[in-house]
């Protein structure tokens, strides 16, 4: 599953990945394009951290990363 979040910002960021992530079924992954510095390196790892998900962050180009989140 994708979600573009491009143009928001926190706290609109991470509450756009928990509404994707609870129609996302076990096993699959969210794939979170997102150009706001403070989700992309700090609240959305947090949030997966928490929730105890995996997350992995990379830098795609300047300002605009792609986050990979996968659901045990």
Same mark, same amino acid.
């Given at each position: 599953?994708? %979600?573009?979040?491009?143009?928001?910002? @926190?706290?609109? @960021?991470? *509450? /756009?990945?928990?509404?994707? %992530?609870?129609? %996302?079924?076990?096993?699959?992954? *969210?794939?979170? &394009? @997102?150009?706001?510095?403070?989700?992309?390196?700090? /609240?959305?790892?947090?949030? @997966?951290?928490?929730?105890? %998900? !995996?997350?992995?962050? !990379?830098?795609?180009?300047?300002? &605009?990363?792609?986050?990979?989140? /996968?659901? !045990?």
């Amino acid at each position: 599953m994708n %979600l573009d979040i491009t143009g928001k910002v @926190c706290p609109f @960021c991470v *509450l /756009s990945v928990d509404k994707a %992530l609870k129609t %996302l079924p076990a096993g699959e992954s *969210l794939v979170v &394009l @997102c150009d706001h510095a403070p989700a992309a390196t700090a /609240s959305i790892p947090e949030y @997966c951290d928490i929730k105890k %998900l !995996n997350c992995a962050v !990379n830098l795609k180009e300047s300002g &605009l990363w792609e986050i990979t989140i /996968s659901k !045990n």
